[in-house]
């Protein structure tokens, strides 16, 4: 079963960037991110395709950007510009199964 372990997370000011990872064993499939903030449910961030295709929530767009190295298998998200409603456990996410998760928070 594939394992990820994701990682670079960390607090910041509003307006701040952080790059997370996410090592993962193996993935053939649709990587993504999610993040859950507290009280509320887990929700869909940015996703990458084999093919390099990509989608993003609309409340990240222009900010955030995932990109993938498969030979190294590693998973990334930039996120720049970031609000205090980014902050969140960020996981990532290869066919159901999750990370332990990475804290950002953001604040203003």
């Known amino acids: 079963q594939v394992q990820l372990v994701e990682s670079g997370g960390g607090s910041v000011q509003a307006g701040g960037s952080l790059r997370l990872s996410c090592a993962y064993t193996?993935?053939?499939?649709?990587m993504r991110w999610f993040r859950q903030a507290p009280g509320k449910e887990r929700e869909f961030v940015s996703s990458?395709?084999?093919?390099?295709?990509?989608t993003y929530t609309e409340s990240v767009k222009g900010r955030f950007a995932i990109s993938q190295d498969n030979t190294k298998k590693m998973l990334y998200l930039q996120m720049n510009s970031l609000k205090p409603e980014d902050t969140a456990t960020y996981y990532c996410?290869?066919?159901?199964?999750w990370g332990q998760g990475t804290q950002v928070t953001v604040s203003s």
């Open positions: 990458i395709v084999r093919d390099g295709r990509t």
């Open positions: 996410d290869c066919f159901g199964v």
């Open positions: 193996d993935c053939t499939y649709t």
